[in-house]
């Protein structure tokens, strides 16, 4: 047990919630951000690990999403504005990238790195501190030239997702227009052309009772299929080929009794991911109902066949962890909204297995 974010109050220790972890690409030392302002790093170079940790640095506002360049040390961390540690000491100078004055009332709510030609790039999205306000920034940072501010988007709505694809070529926003509507645009980042969508199109609304947002946006590995994990409990999977032809598939653990405690609000699908068979794609979600379930793109989404459950636990999912289980990983780590987290290995695997899709 890690005790990282924590403090003494006149003798009491008080402890912070944790935001966000990621291991670095080089070495298996960690960060992680807390509800104390700090992003800690966690050095693996001696045991135990609490005598080789620190604190990187300290925000004006709670850091958030954390991601680190793929393939190097670079970390960004989304607070008040983004900030570019180019390495994971604590003399480092950050690179501090805002979005503009036109916006004092917001957070960065989503951060994401290029790939292969665009890894250079980092796209950041941030979202009002204003439950009822819908206006936001969204950012392309060209971190070789080092500019403090990138190119714009063409987005002005709430910022709630990012995706990218494996190639580096397309990237996917996802914003709200109002509480119960959003938008999807779809760039086309291979040729640079950050300022203007390719394609937009107006997300399936919600009950005017839920809260319409998206959790989570993941693009297959060859970019063709979107997946938006939605606050109703549902996934939507798009072609990002042809979006305007509207939801491709949808599938639901709204169909199934939820396991939400009694006086919470569901969340909804809070993560998805691909997994690959071959040339055979499947989709990973976790619900409301407490399973985190497998979809056969092949299959219709209402057949008694689809959805199968990998996983259950006692309460709605907050998140999940699909490991390589030839590299000595546990095949799925669960965390409910309880804070319970569970391991599961040997999973029951139905003509499909599970290699996580990168």
Not at 14 to 27: A, R, T
Request: hydrophobic share 35%.
């Amino acid at each position: 047990m890690l005790l990282g974010h924590r403090a003494n109050r006149n003798g009491v220790e008080k402890y912070y919630g944790i935001h966000d972890v990621k291991f670095c690409p080089l070495d298996i030392s960690f960060v992680s951000s807390g509800n104390d302002r700090c992003v800690h790093v966690w050095e693996s170079s001696r045991r135990p690990y609490h005598d080789r940790s620190y604190k990187l640095h300290k925000f004006e506002a709670t850091p958030h999403a954390l991601a680190f360049k793929p393939g190097t040390s670079t970390l960004a961390v989304a607070a008040k504005s983004v900030f570019v540690f180019p390495n994971l000491k604590r003399e480092s100078d950050p690179l501090q990238l805002r979005g503009g004055n036109n916006y004092p009332h917001h957070i960065v709510g989503a951060i994401c790195w290029g790939r292969e030609a665009t890894s250079n790039y980092l796209f950041a999205s941030s979202e009002p501190t204003d439950a009822d306000a819908f206006t936001g920034w969204h950012r392309a940072f060209d971190l070789a030239k080092e500019q403090p501010l990138g190119q714009k988007m063409d987005a002005t709505e709430a910022g709630d997702a990012i995706a990218i694809d494996s190639l580096g070529t397309k990237l996917v926003l996802a914003t709200r227009v109002s509480n119960s509507s959003g938008v999807l645009r779809l760039y086309d980042i291979q040729r640079k052309e950050f300022k203007k969508a390719h394609t937009k199109i107006t997300l399936e609304p919600y009950r005017r009772d839920i809260e319409g947002e998206i959790h989570d946006a993941v693009l297959s590995p060859d970019g063709v299929y979107l997946a938006l994990g939605r606050h109703d409990n549902r996934t939507h999977v798009y072609d990002s080929r042809f979006l305007g032809k509207g939801v491709l598939y949808d599938f639901r653990h709204d169909n199934f009794a939820t396991k939400t405690a009694p006086g919470s609000e569901s969340c909804g699908v809070m993560k998805v991911q691909w997994v690959t068979n071959g040339s055979r794609l499947g989709l990973v979600s976790g619900g409301s109902d407490g399973c985190v379930r497998l979809w056969d793109v092949l299959q219709a989404a209402n057949s008694a066949q689809n959805g199968v459950v990998l996983a259950e636990v006692n309460s709605d999912i907050s998140t999940f962890s699909l490991g390589d289980r030839f590299k000595g990983e546990h095949q799925l780590v669960v965390g409910d909204c309880t804070g319970e987290v569970t391991i599961f290995d040997r999973l029951y695997e139905p003509d499909f297995a599970l290699n996580v899709a990168t």
